[in-house]
């Protein structure tokens, strides 16, 4: 867990270890008996040079360091439905040009860590909520220095666990998070522990996946689209020039950039909460009442579970989702492993709602989605399934739907033996995430199972694709305010109020200049966010 450049409180340590990382050792001598003695001897001087060379040039390096900061730190807490993860993010700031007005993330400093259980589990004890943040930020405090503490911001994001709690519970919940972080020794303002819409979230997650790929700034059929399979939702998130319901429309500005986003969160349709519903629905046919239910015991045909699986071999759990209450296999299942079966009632689960549908047409649910323009990138749950799978990126969807075809009709106690690493209820989830995969992707958002224009991947080059990151960028990113909101500079009563009387830094106007054209910039993405343009008549 702690790295071995953890060693970041050492006032000097971070230019130490670069020294250390960058200069490779002197070669050593080979003794060999081959070799003349005089020819290793000389071998041994030339090394001993070369050492006292390296020598001197740490001693003219070491000294000049601490003088020029070479890093900056942010701290970013991902409070999701499973489990909160804290980023801690080593980055240079940008250099002049609007082009490289982007934060320069040093990867290897930046390290996350994750605590299970997730904010939401504190529901009935929000007190408890604080408490479990703890440990993140004590890793936060080792991995950045003391003396960067006082300008290193932490903000706290909650995700779909928070959101599906009442308002006033997630409000307490947060609350008490507040007054950990308050004393964190990092900088914190109340209004930086929040809930994020799935919106924001989409729109986060596109950020991080064009930043990796070196196309946020570039001209909008140059962006490539995202889509993610979580545990709890899925957020589809990409630049369209079709006329949307302003509710589906998000403008994000970016230096001057000006991108038409399309995002969307559907919750309840991520691949775990998917799969209970799914047995929910399996196992209330018709109108039977739930008592007669319970008292014939009568078993279900469950397609999306491969055959010889008995729930009898002892209790299974799945991985844990936002239900956690109901992630154990229904004993009543009578598992026949069917992959077209088990698509189809994926399917019928997908279009549920549809009745309600108030658009021209919805093709998940009573959401609108537009036709899928350009190139996308598929994370989460789509790439642990396709990595579990062994499929190469590119035909994934064609590859997918053989793999899963031969999982879901294969014999379980062979699976067992194939896949031996696994333990039950991760291979449980297999053929269910293929088929449903298929559902999503081909039946629904009709991408053709030949396509080329979809990618699987969680990172890009190194670089992570998660929300996290692309929330990261847009507080850090501040030079682009002034370019979207001429009036930043000035301070409105309002302002005041949602920044609450902060008396941090009055003796560094600079300092606190910055800090406000950050938040300008979140602020300007949330006005981006309901900046709606009703394109349709
Ligand atoms: C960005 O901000 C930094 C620090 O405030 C400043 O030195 C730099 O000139 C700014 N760049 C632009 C393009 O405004
Ligand atoms: C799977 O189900 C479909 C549709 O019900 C059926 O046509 C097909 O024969 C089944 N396949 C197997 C291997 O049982």
Redesign the pocket.
């Known amino acids: 867990m702690r790295r071995p450049n953890a060693r970041a409180h050492h006032p000097r340590g971070e230019s130490q270890e670069a020294a250390a990382t960058t200069l490779a050792p002197p070669p050593r001598p080979t003794i060999s008996s081959a070799m003349g003695s005089r020819r290793a001897r000389g071998r041994r001087l030339l090394a001993a040079l070369l050492a006292a060379a390296f020598a001197v040039a740490l001693l003219l390096l070491v000294p000049r360091s601490p003088r020029r900061r070479p890093h900056e730190y942010g701290v970013v807490i991902d409070a999701g439905s499973t489990g909160s993860r804290v980023h801690v993010i080593a980055y240079r ?2 250099s ?3 082009a490289s ?1 982007l934060p320069r993330i040093d990867w290897a400093r930046t390290a996350s860590m994750k605590a299970a259980p997730g904010l939401s589990s504190f529901a009935s004890d929000p007190g408890g909520a604080g408490r479990s943040l703890a440990p993140l930020l004590e890793f936060a405090r080792r991995r950045v220095p003391p003396e960067s503490w006082a300008e290193t911001d932490v903000r706290l994001m909650a995700t779909a666990g928070l959101r599906l709690l009442d308002a006033a519970v997630a409000e307490a919940v947060l609350d008490s998070c507040r007054v950990l972080l308050r004393g964190s020794g990092f900088q914190f303002q109340d209004d930086w522990a929040t809930v994020i819409s799935g919106a924001e979230e989409g729109m986060y997650a596109w950020i991080a996946a064009n930043y990796a790929l070196g196309t946020l700034g570039d001209d909008s059929q140059d962006t490539t689209g995202i889509i993610e399979l979580g545990g709890a939702s899925v957020q589809v998130t990409f630049v369209t020039d079709k006329p949307l319901p302003p509710e589906f429309s998000h403008t994000l500005k970016f230096g001057d950039a000006t991108y038409n986003l399309y995002s969307h969160s559907f919750l309840q349709l991520g691949q775990n909460v998917a799969y209970e519903s799914l047995h929910d629905m399996l196992s209330t046919p018709g109108h039977k009442s739930m008592a007669t239910h319970l008292i014939s015991q009568a078993k279900y045909r469950d397609p999306c579970t491969p055959r010889g699986f008995s729930p009898m071999e002892g209790a299974v759990k799945l991985p844990a989702s936002v239900l956690e209450s109901k992630v154990e296999y229904r004993p009543y299942a009578h598992a026949v492993g069917n992959f077209s079966e088990c698509r189809s009632a994926a399917l019928t689960l997908l279009q549920k709602g549809r009745e309600e549908c108030r658009y021209h047409e919805c093709r998940m649910g009573a959401a609108f989605v537009p036709d899928l323009d350009g190139k996308f990138l598929a994370t989460e749950n789509f790439y642990h399934t396709s990595k579990f799978f062994r499929l190469r990126s590119k035909s994934f969807l064609s590859d997918l739907m053989l793999a899963g075809e031969k999982f879901c009709r294969g014999d379980w106690s062979k699976i067992k033996k194939e896949y031996r690493s696994f333990n039950e209820g991760e291979l449980l989830l297999f053929c269910f995430s293929s088929a449903y995969i298929v559902a999503l992707l081909h039946d629904t958002l009709k991408v053709p199972l030949d396509d080329k224009r979809i990618d699987v991947a969680n990172q890009i080059g190194g670089v992570p694709v998660d929300w996290a990151l692309g929330a990261f960028i847009v507080q850090k990113a ?2 682009q305010t ?1 370019m979207l909101h001429p009036e930043g500079e000035k301070i409105s009563p309002e302002d005041g109020i949602r920044h609450g009387e902060r008396p941090v830094h009055h003796n560094q106007g ?1 300092t606190m200049s ?1 800090a406000r054209r950050r938040w300008d910039l979140v602020e300007l993405l949330r006005w981006g966010a309901s900046d709606r343009v009703c394109k349709f008549s």
């Open positions: 700031s940008s002049s040009s609007p007005a501040s030079n002034d600079e910055l």
